[in-house]
């Protein structure tokens, strides 16, 4: 009796597992079919991300068109890189991932185009230099020519910056040589120091100084004219994310892009 039993529950166990097994490997194929859906899915939709490297005089445009395509392509994230043009289309040619630039001068994106990086870049607004003063202008500046008083300390963008070469054009078509105290890196770093008081005077963006929102005082002078810069924008060759960076190009260029553009005080090219 013993025997039978044990024989009986022998040979029950080899079935039962063989059973399970069978019942595993057919639940094992929805599972797998599962993960691969999953990761399709993933792959086609979720976050998505479009790197913007732009000039940083337009990082208060551009982060308020930023947010507008988000909101009109939810899941997707612009990611901006703000800084010297110069920088930046260096930068690019050294290979940092960036799918737009957008740049304060032509000469800046020649870098990138030149490098077979971009092509047919869009001039989509212009931009000229005043004179920023703190707001109570302690050196009393009222021209371009207060500029070469020793004893006024004068701001200027590096000659390689966008803004620097403006300067200088802007100086040498008034006949005037500035020495200044500083040479920064990028115009909001220029007009930081206008800000914090700790230079009398700058030569910045129209826009810089708007944007200022009353920290600063602009004045205009005609020599501003010779120097206008041009600003391009352009979808990069190898940009990760493609379709979206052309779409960010489009949003710059619409009639909306060219709305927060002109309210900001850039002016149409």
């Given at each position: 009796?013993?025997?039978?039993?044990?024989?009986?529950?022998?040979?029950?166990?080899?079935?039962?597992?063989?059973?399970?097994?069978?019942a595993?490997?057919?639940?094992?194929e929805?599972?797998?079919?599962?993960?691969?859906?999953?990761?399709?899915?993933?792959?086609?939709?979720?976050?998505?991300?479009?790197?913007?490297?732009?000039?940083?005089?337009?990082?208060?445009?551009?982060?308020?068109?930023?947010?507008?395509?988000?909101?009109?392509?939810?899941?997707?994230?612009?990611?901006?890189?703000?800084?010297?043009?110069?920088?930046?289309?260096?930068?690019?040619?050294?290979?940092?991932?960036?799918?737009?630039?957008?740049?304060?001068?032509?000469?800046?994106?020649k870098?990138?185009?030149?490098?077979?990086?971009?092509?047919?870049?869009?001039?989509?607004?212009?931009?000229?230099?005043?004179?920023?003063?703190?707001?109570?202008?302690?050196?009393k500046?009222?021209?371009?020519?207060?500029?070469?008083?020793?004893?006024?300390?004068?701001?200027?963008?590096?000659?390689?910056?966008?803004?620097?070469?403006?300067?200088?054009?802007?100086?040498?078509?008034a006949?005037?040589?500035?020495?200044?105290?500083?040479?920064?890196?990028?115009?909001?770093?220029t007009?930081?120091?206008?800000?914090?008081?700790?230079?009398?005077?700058?030569?910045?963006?129209?826009?810089?100084?708007?944007?200022s929102?009353?920290k600063?005082?602009?004045?205009?002078?005609?020599?501003?004219?010779?120097?206008?810069?041009?600003?391009?924008?352009?979808?990069?060759?190898?940009?990760?994310?493609g379709?979206?960076?052309?779409?960010?190009?489009?949003?710059?260029?619409?009639?909306?892009?060219?709305?927060?553009?002109?309210?900001a005080?850039?002016?149409?090219?």
């Amino acid at each position: 009796m013993v025997f039978r039993r044990l024989s009986r529950w022998a040979i029950a166990v080899p079935v039962a597992l063989t059973l399970a097994g069978l019942a595993g490997c057919g639940s094992g194929e929805p599972a797998t079919s599962g993960t691969s859906a999953s990761a399709s899915a993933s792959a086609g939709g979720g976050a998505k991300e479009v790197t913007v490297f732009a000039a940083a005089s337009l990082t208060g445009t551009f982060t308020e068109l930023g947010k507008t395509f988000e909101a009109a392509h939810p899941g997707t994230t612009v990611k901006f890189n703000f800084g010297s043009s110069a920088t930046l289309a260096q930068q690019i040619t050294q290979g940092a991932p960036a799918d737009v630039f957008a740049a304060a001068s032509p000469a800046t994106m020649k870098t990138v185009t030149d490098a077979s990086l971009a092509s047919a870049p869009t001039t989509f607004v212009r931009n000229k230099l005043q004179i920023a003063v703190p707001a109570d202008n302690p050196a009393k500046v009222d021209d371009l020519k207060d500029l070469t008083d020793p004893k006024v300390k004068v701001a200027l963008c590096a000659e390689q910056v966008p803004c620097g070469a403006a300067a200088i054009k802007a100086l040498d078509a008034a006949g005037l040589k500035v020495k200044p105290v500083t040479l920064e890196q990028d115009v909001k770093a220029t007009l930081t120091k206008v800000e914090l008081g700790e230079v009398d005077a700058a030569l910045v963006y129209t826009t810089d100084v708007i944007a200022s929102a009353g920290k600063v005082k602009g004045i205009t002078f005609p020599e501003a004219d010779k120097a206008i810069n041009d600003y391009p924008i352009v979808t990069l060759t190898k940009a990760p994310a493609g379709d979206l960076a052309k779409q960010f190009v489009d949003l710059v260029l619409s009639p909306q892009g060219k709305d927060v553009l002109t309210k900001a005080g850039f002016e149409a090219p």
